[in-house]
């Protein structure tokens, strides 16, 4: 790892150098500036590196300690607002990986679970430590909150209120994570709830809170589902589905929901549509995710259900990340002992840089509401 206490000398500037000056101009950030947004170079191949290998050779190199920059935050909110990322010549790397999407499924039964061993079972240690009491790992409702924990409580109760759930109802929670809805809807709205997930963690911590409820959480893929429920809900999934499976994503919502039934889809959304994944996500974080976009999801759906309702809160999920880089940080001294430093930088790297995705509105945050066709239309909360 680099001397983080030095920082190279930008006064004579090699061809690298003077590139990545030009770019980063565009976005008013300075090399070894002083404003927070401004990044401090270590180690003089971050220039090549950076442009040769793109957002993974950024990533990577901030890992290593490369470079540093007090509010990186705002650093790609700035980045993507100006465009930058879009600047950078396609490197093979990239060519390929799209390709190799697009020739292949790499959402498919066997890869579908590599997510939840590389990321949701790093540690309950950790998500309890950084997520609400609700173990909510995903984005929450700030309309009418001021703190993480309300945000989420709200956003629990917005999605039962759109879902209308009653007393004896049925639900589905497809990608239930650690359970915070299911107990939540289960708890206070006195449903039956049956849970999915891939992450073994995850099922043994709901198992675990969930007692005296009527909650059963399965450790399985959502493509083996087949019993019907009054209501459907997903929330933070859909991004791991991939564009070639999301007809059969719906087609499987289609067969479990009854006739009047209600589903909702919590998702994060890309602007474009195509097959969106950062490469240093992909690598270091959500293993083949992708960010589906308006037309993937209206494409899927429109041959099963009417959409009721799409509502955008993206610029919520700003302020959710940024409460768990909070969080995360001042339980540093608690998780050391478990985690390396490098694992450190990376979190944050992770955490920081989505917040200034959504805070640019590069990309943004769905919940949208399908029915077969309610009578009379259906009033959605907000």
């Known amino acids: 790892m680099a001397n983080e206490c030095t920082a190279v000398d930008v006064s004579k500037p090699d061809q690298w150098l003077r590139i990545v000056q030009e770019l980063l101009s565009q976005a008013g950030i300075v090399i070894n500036g002083f404003n927070p947004w401004d990044i401090r170079v270590h180690d003089k191949r971050f220039f090549k590196r950076v442009l040769q290998q793109g957002s ?42 799209i390709a190799f999407a697009r020739l292949t499924n790499p959402q498919s039964r066997k890869r579908a679970w590599q997510v939840g061993e590389v990321h949701y079972d790093l540690g309950n240690d950790l998500f309890s430590r950084m997520l609400d009491p609700n173990m909510q790992y995903s984005c929450g409702y700030w309309k009418e909150a001021e703190e993480l924990c309300e945000a989420q409580e709200h956003k629990l109760a917005l ?13 589905l929670d497809i990608g239930c994570g650690w359970g915070g809805l299911a107990l939540y809807a289960a708890r206070h709205y006195g449903v039956k709830v049956d849970g999915i997930t891939i992450s073994a963690e995850q099922k043994a911590y709901v198992e675990m809170r969930g007692h005296g409820l009527d909650i059963n959480i399965l450790l399985q893929d959502y493509r083996d589902l087949h019993k019907q429920y009054d209501r459907i809900v997903s929330v933070g999934m859909f991004e791991h589905v991939g564009p070639k499976n999301y007809a059969t994503y719906f ?61 955008n809160f993206g610029p919520d999920y700003d302020k959710t990340l940024m409460a768990w880089h909070s969080r995360f940080n001042e339980a540093w001294p608690q998780l050391a002992e478990n985690y390396s430093p490098e694992f450190r930088r990376m979190f944050n790297y992770y955490l920081t840089a989505c917040a200034g995705a959504f805070r640019a509105r590069n990309i943004q945050l769905w919940q949208i509401v399908f029915s077969r066709g309610v009578t009379g239309g259906l009033r959605v909360a907000r």
């Open 159 to 171: 999605i039962c209120e759109k879902l209308q759930l009653k007393p004896g109802m049925t639900l």
């Open 56 to 97: 993974l050779g950024l990533g990577e190199s901030y890992m290593e300690g490369w470079w540093d920059c007090k509010r990186l935050d705002i650093f790609f909110e700035r980045l993507l607002k100006a465009g930058v990322d879009q600047q950078r010549p396609a490197r093979l790397y990239d060519l390929a990986r």
């Open 251 to 311: 087609a499987t919502v289609d067969r479990c929901l009854k006739p009047e039934g209600l589903f909702l889809l919590h998702t994060i959304g890309s602007n474009q549509t195509g097959h969106n994944v950062d490469a240093w996500i992909n690598k270091y974080i959500f293993p083949n995710g992708c960010l589906p976009s308006v037309k993937h999801i209206a494409t899927a759906s429109e041959p099963r259900f009417v959409m009721e309702d799409w509502h």
